[in-house]
C-alpha cells in the first residue's frame, strides 16, 4: 500500500496580536497575563508529543500581506518560507516561518480541481494571525518546529464566506490531504475569535454564552454551528467576532466524530475573549 | 439574489461592506502606506504633506488629522487599517477602543477586566428589535 498523508487532530486557536506581544515582551507571568498563559501549558506539552510533520494554519491577513487593492477570499501559501510581516510598529521577533511547498502545491491543485478556487501566493509575509497562534502552541523556539501552510481567509471586507462553505472547504482539504503520496502526520489550525469587538461605540463587547455554545457545538453538532449567519455572529459575538467562521475550515478537515481532547477560556486578552480547543481524530489515535 | 444589510440594526457598529469599501478605498489605503517604517517617518514629520498623496475627502483628511477614531469608521475607515494610525502614535487597540466607546482608558479597561461589555441590551439599535417591529 502506497502511504498518505493523513490529518491528525485540529487546533481552534485565538490570535489576539497583544498575546504575541506579551510573550515578545517577556511579560507572560505578570498577574494580567499568568492565568491566561498558564491556560496553554497543556497544549505545548500535547503539541510537542505529537510532533506533527506538518501544519496547516487557517487564519486571516490583517492588511499585511494584502490590502484592499486585491481581496482573495480563499489563498493558500506555497512558498519555501515565509517572512514576519511589518503590521505597522515593525515585526514580531518570532522566527521566519518554514513553508512546505510540495504538500501546498499539491493541495492548491487538488482544492481547486475539487471546484474550490484558491488563490495562489508565491511569495508573502505573514503577521500576528498565523504568528501568534505558533507562539502560543508552540512557545519561543529558535526554529518552528514544523513547517507551516498558510491558508488565509477573508473576514477584513464584508462578507466572509459563510461558515457551511468554509466547513466544505475543510472537507475537501481533507481529501486533498489523503490524496498526497507521503507519510506525513498533519494537524489544522482554525485560527480567530472568539468574541470581540474592535471598532464602534460597541467595542469591547464579549458573550461567554455565545462561545461556550460555540465550542460546546464543536464536538456536539459542528453542522449546526455552520448555520450561523454573519449577523448573528456580529451581533451575539462582536462585529470581529465573524472570523470564528475559521474554525469551521478546521472542524470540516476533521472526522465527524472528533473527540475534544482540551480546553482553554479567558476573559479578556486585550478586547477579546481567547478560546484554545483541541480535537484529535479517533481514526488515528 | 439580494443581499441582507440586516447587521445595520446592530448598534455601534460599522461594517465594512460594498458601500464602505467604496467610500472609504483612499483612506485605507493611506493607513497601509503605514506598514513602512520610512512612510511613518514621512507622516509624523508632516502630516498634512503626507496625506496630499491620497485622493482623500475633505472629512477623511479631518478625521485623520484630529484622530477622530470613531469619525474614520464613519467616513468609510476600516479598523483593521485605522490601527496603524494609532500604531504610529504609539496607541494600543485598547486606547482606540477606549476613545471610539467614549469612555476613559481606565474605565474601559475595568470593563474587559470584568468580563467585557455584555451583549444584553446592545444587540438591537433602538427600535429595531424583533420585539419593536411589529409596532
Same mark, same amino acid.
Given at each position: 500500500?502506497?502511504?498518505?498523508?493523513?490529518?491528525?487532530?485540529?487546533?481552534?486557536?485565538?490570535?489576539?496580536?497583544?498575546?504575541?506581544?506579551?510573550?515578545?515582551?517577556?511579560?507572560?507571568?505578570?498577574?494580567?497575563?499568568?492565568?491566561?498563559?498558564?491556560?496553554?501549558?497543556?497544549?505545548?506539552?500535547?503539541?510537542?508529543?505529537?510532533?506533527?510533520?506538518?501544519?496547516?494554519?487557517?487564519?486571516?491577513?490583517?492588511?499585511?500581506?494584502?490590502?484592499?487593492?486585491?481581496?482573495?477570499?480563499?489563498?493558500?501559501?506555497?512558498?519555501?518560507?515565509?517572512?514576519?510581516?511589518?503590521?505597522?510598529?515593525?515585526?514580531?521577533?518570532?522566527?521566519?516561518?518554514?513553508?512546505?511547498?510540495?504538500?501546498?502545491?499539491?493541495?492548491?491543485?487538488?482544492?481547486?480541481?475539487?471546484?474550490?478556487?484558491?488563490?495562489?501566493?508565491?511569495?508573502?509575509?505573514?503577521?500576528?494571525?498565523?504568528?501568534?497562534?505558533?507562539?502560543?502552541?508552540?512557545?519561543q523556539p529558535a526554529?518552528?518546529?514544523?513547517?507551516?501552510?498558510?491558508?488565509?481567509?477573508?473576514?477584513?471586507?464584508?462578507? /466572509?464566506?459563510?461558515?457551511?462553505?468554509?466547513?466544505?472547504?475543510?472537507?475537501?482539504?481533507?481529501?486533498?490531504?489523503?490524496?498526497?503520496?507521503?507519510?506525513?502526520?498533519?494537524?489544522?489550525?482554525?485560527?480567530?475569535g472568539m468574541s470581540?469587538?474592535?471598532?464602534?461605540?460597541?467595542? +469591547?463587547?464579549?458573550?461567554?454564552?455565545?462561545?461556550?455554545?460555540?465550542?460546546?457545538?464543536?464536538?456536539?453538532?459542528?453542522?449546526?454551528?455552520?448555520?450561523?449567519?454573519?449577523?448573528?455572529?456580529?451581533?451575539?459575538?462582536?462585529?470581529?467576532?465573524?472570523?470564528?467562521?475559521?474554525?469551521?475550515?478546521?472542524?470540516?478537515?476533521?472526522?465527524?466524530?472528533?473527540?475534544?481532547?482540551?480546553?482553554? %477560556?479567558?476573559?479578556?486578552?486585550?478586547?477579546?475573549?481567547?478560546?484554545?480547543?483541541?480535537?484529535?481524530?479517533?481514526?488515528?489515535? | 439574489?439580494?443581499?441582507?444589510?440586516? %447587521?445595520?440594526?446592530?448598534?455601534?457598529?460599522?461594517? %465594512?461592506?460594498?458601500?464602505? +469599501?467604496?467610500?472609504?478605498?483612499?483612506?485605507?489605503?493611506?493607513?497601509?502606506?503605514?506598514?513602512?517604517?520610512?512612510n511613518r517617518r514621512?507622516?509624523?514629520?508632516?502630516?498634512?504633506? %503626507?496625506?496630499?498623496?491620497?485622493?482623500?475627502?475633505?472629512?477623511?483628511?479631518?478625521?485623520?488629522?484630529?484622530?477622530?477614531?470613531?469619525?474614520?469608521?464613519?467616513?468609510?475607515?476600516?479598523?483593521?487599517?485605522?490601527?496603524?494610525?494609532?500604531?504610529?502614535?504609539?496607541?494600543?487597540?485598547?486606547?482606540?477602543?477606549?476613545?471610539?466607546?467614549?469612555?476613559?482608558?481606565?474605565?474601559?479597561?475595568?470593563?474587559?477586566?470584568?468580563? +467585557?461589555?455584555?451583549?444584553?441590551?446592545?444587540?438591537?439599535?433602538?427600535?429595531?428589535? /424583533?420585539?419593536?417591529?411589529?409596532?
Amino acid at each position: 500500500m502506497i502511504p498518505v498523508a493523513s490529518i491528525v487532530a485540529g487546533i481552534a486557536c485565538s490570535h489576539v496580536p497583544a498575546i504575541g506581544v506579551a510573550m515578545d515582551r517577556g511579560i507572560t507571568t505578570t498577574p494580567y497575563w499568568e492565568s491566561l498563559f498558564k491556560g496553554y501549558e497543556p497544549a505545548r506539552q500535547w503539541l510537542a508529543k505529537l510532533a506533527p510533520d506538518v501544519a496547516i494554519v487557517v487564519y486571516n491577513d490583517h492588511a499585511c500581506a494584502f490590502s484592499l487593492q486585491i481581496i482573495p477570499t480563499f489563498l493558500i501559501g506555497v512558498a519555501d518560507r515565509f517572512a514576519i510581516a511589518d503590521e505597522g510598529f515593525g515585526p514580531r521577533p518570532v522566527p521566519v516561518v518554514p513553508g512546505s511547498p510540495a504538500l501546498a502545491w499539491h493541495l492548491a491543485e487538488s482544492l481547486i480541481l475539487d471546484e474550490f478556487d484558491m488563490t495562489i501566493a508565491n511569495e508573502m509575509p505573514v503577521d500576528h494571525g498565523l504568528t501568534v497562534p505558533l507562539s502560543i502552541t508552540c512557545g519561543q523556539p529558535a526554529q518552528w518546529p514544523f513547517p507551516v501552510i498558510p491558508l488565509c481567509v477573508n473576514v477584513v471586507q464584508y462578507p /466572509p464566506p459563510t461558515g457551511a462553505r468554509c466547513f466544505k472547504l475543510g472537507q475537501a482539504i481533507r481529501r486533498a490531504v489523503e490524496g498526497f503520496e507521503q507519510d506525513l502526520r498533519v494537524v489544522i489550525y482554525g485560527t480567530g475569535g472568539m468574541s470581540h469587538q474592535l471598532q464602534g461605540e460597541r467595542a +469591547g463587547l464579549i458573550n461567554r454564552d455565545f462561545d461556550k455554545a460555540f465550542l460546546d457545538g464543536m464536538t456536539k453538532d459542528p453542522l449546526a454551528l455552520t448555520r450561523i449567519t454573519h449577523t448573528e455572529y456580529m451581533r451575539e459575538a462582536g462585529s470581529e467576532g465573524v472570523e470564528m467562521v475559521m474554525w469551521h475550515i478546521m472542524r470540516g478537515a476533521l472526522d465527524t466524530d472528533a473527540a475534544e481532547v482540551y480546553r482553554h %477560556y479567558h476573559v479578556p486578552a486585550s478586547n477579546t475573549a481567547v478560546g484554545l480547543m483541541i480535537l484529535e481524530n479517533r481514526s488515528i489515535a | 439574489m439580494t443581499v441582507s444589510r440586516d %447587521y445595520e440594526t446592530i448598534p455601534g457598529t460599522y461594517v %465594512y461592506d460594498a458601500r464602505r +469599501g467604496r467610500e472609504g478605498y483612499a483612506l485605507n489605503m493611506f493607513c497601509m502606506s503605514l506598514n513602512i517604517a520610512e512612510n511613518r517617518r514621512k507622516f509624523k514629520e508632516n502630516e498634512a504633506a %503626507y496625506l496630499d498623496q491620497f485622493t482623500l475627502s475633505e472629512e477623511q483628511r479631518r478625521t485623520v488629522l484630529k484622530r477622530d477614531w470613531l469619525g474614520m469608521l464613519k467616513v468609510g475607515g476600516n479598523i483593521y487599517y485605522t490601527i496603524k494610525i494609532a500604531f504610529c502614535d504609539g496607541l494600543t487597540f485598547q486606547d482606540v477602543a477606549s476613545m471610539m466607546s467614549g469612555v476613559s482608558k481606565e474605565e474601559y479597561a475595568k470593563m474587559m477586566l470584568a468580563g +467585557g461589555r455584555s451583549p444584553e441590551g446592545n444587540r438591537y439599535k433602538k427600535g429595531t428589535g /424583533p420585539g419593536d417591529s411589529r409596532g
